[in-house]
């Protein structure tokens, strides 16, 4: 009894010092999950740059020295191991008011230029009482409302921030064409050029990396009226004291990537030169916020 009472006596004596806290959870036992085929095939492998999503990836798994595989696992399927308490966390994903409720988030590992509502052109525009006084379209369920013949494309388990998740839960089901997470950017495009949607919610990141300024199908585009002009991505844990150890982790390293130049270079590179300037300035004002 005596060997236990001095031993609670030592142990705490060294959470007090500083000894003992939760930076030194180990924190090795935890597995980083994503949806995204493209990220999964190329992280810790010898592939060129790819994209931004990929490449700031890759900056952070180098800076915390994380050598395991990324698994390729559904969204809905790593929730439900947070949720279990599984040492599981995903990377590359955006943050929600519901998310926030259950998960913690890391700093943002990357930005793009918030998704737009793209439309095929052969299509009338949208009638003027679908836009505010900058052409940006004001609700996109009345938009499909208005072409109700016409379908969209989204994928399946995917927020886009919560003023647009909030819209599109109003569409019509018969509407929309659901694509997994990892076909999404693989399959959209054909499914319109054959006729099957007539529209699509894009990052033109996404977009312009898969087609370039060669479209296959002439669309147009438009901003989303009350929505952020740009979005970052996270890495989501859990909230126990493992997660939480592996989020402080992840943050130090991200404000070390942070001030490295090539953070912004992962970025700039991927996009048409119109959008470089924007991106830039998000950039630089974020980052300062968080250094």
């Known amino acids: 009894m005596r060997f236990f009472a001095l031993s609670v006596v030592f142990f705490l004596s060294l959470v007090i010092s500083g000894l003992v806290s939760g930076n030194d959870i180990n ?8 949806d995204d085929h493209n990220l999964t095939s190329r992280i810790n492998q010898p592939h060129a740059p790819f994209s931004a999503s990929v490449d700031t990836a890759q900056l952070l798994v180098d800076a915390i020295g994380y050598d395991k595989p990324i698994l390729e696992v559904s969204l809905k399927r790593s929730f439900q191991q947070i949720e279990n308490g599984e040492s599981v966390c995903v990377i590359n994903k955006i943050k929600s008011a519901e998310r926030e409720k259950k998960y913690t988030f890391s700093l943002p590992l990357n930005f793009f230029q918030t998704q737009q509502l793209y439309q095929l052109a052969s299509l009338v525009p949208l009638a003027p009482e679908l836009l505010n006084e900058n052409g940006e379209v004001v609700s996109i369920h009345k938009a499909l409302n208005a072409f109700n013949a016409s379908a969209i494309v989204l994928p399946e388990t995917y927020s886009y921030g919560e003023r647009v998740d909030k819209d599109l839960r109003n569409i019509d089901e018969k509407q929309i064409i659901t694509l997994s997470n990892s076909t999404f950017f693989a399959r959209f495009m054909t499914i319109i050029s054959a006729g099957k949607a007539d529209f699509a919610l894009i990052f033109p990141a996404s977009l312009y990396q898969a087609f370039g300024d060669s479209m296959p199908v002439k669309m147009r585009s438009y901003n989303i009226a009350d929505n952020p002009t ?40 991927y996009l048409p030169a119109k959008s470089k300037p924007f991106i830039e300035q998000v950039i630089q004002q974020e980052v300062a916020s968080f250094l």
Request: hydrophobic share 40%.
């Open 27 to 34: 924190t090795s036992s935890i597995t980083l999950h994503t």
């Open 230 to 269: 740009f979005v970052s991505g996270h890495v989501i844990c859990g909230k126990t004291p493992e997660a939480l150890a592996f989020i402080d982790r992840v943050n130090a390293a991200i404000k070390s990537i942070y001030v490295n130049p090539v953070f912004v270079e992962t970025h700039t590179k």
